[in-house]
């Protein structure tokens, strides 16, 4: 069969590294008249124009004027039975999750209404650029059926698994110990590694399971291959608290995903927007990642995230929107509101390490950078064209930028949903504005 050739030529931005490991200038490669080449589903070459263009021959040629191309955004967390629920008023995490998310989740025992919600829901991701999410569906079986069968259409690269919870959380969510293994090993089963999905054993979080639960989570994770696992930590106070009384015997609250076997280089925690040094340390030690979800955390009033502590600890961190919690699918916006957090702090927030934290840093989260994140030849073609011009204030402040770099910061501050022109995933267009 031959193979399809095109060339995509715009400004082109990616990251190569870590600006807290390689300074900033080592970060990223900038091309300003760059050229894209994808092969089928892959990345084939990037680079200038100028050395590009003279090897292409025979190959279609797509041109974009006042655009940058970078990488499919990464969302490292986000909840797909809480998009009819976004922007739920008044309340901190707690009484939130008992008045308006449990009501809402409690829908996906329906396929009908799954199915529908997973179009909504995907649809809202690559229009807002995403190409890559790590999702908690519900305890229903029938939320991860529906969301893995809508992105195995769409050929996207997707990680969700059904939400274990056994105690804690109104009857018509929970499930038992014995029936969320069970469920959990027929759907890693049915979906872990088919295509580009893959499966994370998902328990909510230390409160909602019984020690029972928890271990056969671990059970899971070392039953089969290449598993992730996600879960929330240390994200509200009254949670830590809650926490403390629940499990006593142990020394913090990552220790209890620690003492299940739950950490690993595929585990990822929302939040730890109040983790101790020690707890640090050890999601170093067992490679594990934070997601770091700034609209959520000021949505939920559930404080600010502290990412130069986690950069002193080497913590791989990823970006998560948290929708429902989080009030944006945009990445673009999460980084704008993620200024905002380290701001509050006294910390600067770089555009390019923003840029590494939507790409690059969530690949590493998810152990996927050998496939996502950059632009690098070999790598999935998946990627967005952003307009420069997308609104006209856009347009206007991006005219009166003196630098890339004040270009790069204006787009995450100001960019949203409209910024995002086209969306590739697998050398597919599968959005176009
Ligand atoms: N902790 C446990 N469940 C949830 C959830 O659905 N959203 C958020 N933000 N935190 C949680
Ligand atoms: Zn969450």
């Known amino acids: 069969m031959s193979s399809t050739r095109t060339a995509y030529?715009?400004?082109?931005l990616h990251s190569i590294a870590d600006p807290a490991e390689v300074g900033i200038e080592a970060s990223y490669e900038y091309f300003a008249d760059g050229v894209l080449l994808v092969e089928d589903d892959l990345i084939k070459a990037v680079g200038p124009a100028q050395t590009l263009l003279p090897t292409l021959g025979d190959v279609e040629l797509i041109e974009y004027e006042n655009a940058l191309i970078t990488p499919g955004f990464i969302d490292t967390h986000i909840h797909f039975p809480q998009t009819g629920m976004v922007g739920a008023y008044g309340e901190q995490l707690l009484d939130w999750l008992n008045n308006y998310t449990f009501p809402c989740e409690s829908q996906f025992g329906d396929k009908a209404h799954a199915d529908q919600v997973a179009e909504i829901f995907?649809?809202?991701?690559l229009r807002n650029g995403t190409t890559t999410a790590l999702v908690f569906a519900s305890m229903h079986p029938e939320s991860v059926d529906a969301l893995f069968e809508a992105a195995e259409r769409l050929n996207l690269r997707l990680i969700t698994g059904k939400v274990m919870m056994d105690r804690n959380a109104p009857d018509y969510l929970t499930d038992t110990a014995d029936s969320s293994y069970a469920e959990s090993k027929a759907l890693i089963e049915r979906w872990h590694g088919k295509g580009r999905l893959h499966y994370a054993v998902t328990p909510r979080f230390a409160p909602t399971s019984t020690p029972e639960q928890l271990s056969l989570a671990g059970q899971l994770l070392s039953e089969h291959e290449g598993l992730y696992m996600q879960t929330h930590i240390s994200e509200n106070v009254k949670e830590v608290e809650w926490v403390k009384a629940l499990f006593p015997e142990r020394k913090n609250y990552?220790?209890?995903?620690?003492?299940y076997q739950l950490l690993g280089e595929r585990s990822v925690l929302a939040h730890g927007v109040h983790l101790c040094d020690d707890e640090c340390a050890r999601l170093a030690e067992t490679g594990s990642a934070i997601a770091f979800c700034p609209t959520s955390n000021l949505f939920l009033g559930s404080g600010l995230f502290n990412l130069a502590q986690a950069e002193r600890f080497k913590v791989n961190v990823g970006l998560g929107t948290d929708v429902g919690g989080g009030t944006s699918f945009s990445l673009l916006q999460t980084l704008n509101e993620a200024y905002k957090v380290m701001q509050l702090q006294g910390e600067k927030l770089s555009p390019f390490k923003s840029?590494?934290?939507?790409?690059?840093?969530?690949?590493r989260a998810l152990r996927l950078e050998e496939r996502i994140g950059t632009l690098q030849p070999g790598s999935d073609a998946d990627f967005v064209v952003l307009d420069y011009k997308a609104t006209p204030l856009l347009d206007y402040r991006i005219s009166?930028?003196?630098s890339f770099e004040e270009t790069l910061f204006v787009l995450m501050t100001l960019g949203d949903d409209r910024t995002v022109a086209q969306t590739y995933a697998a050398g597919r267009l599968v959005h176009q504005r």
Do not use: N, P
């Open 122 to 125: 995907l649809a809202e991701l």
């Open 355 to 363: 840029l590494y934290l939507a790409t690059l840093g969530g690949a």
């Open 400 to 402: 009166q930028s003196k």
């Open 254 to 259: 990552l220790d209890v995903y620690d003492h």
């Open 9 to 12: 030529r715009a400004a082109i």
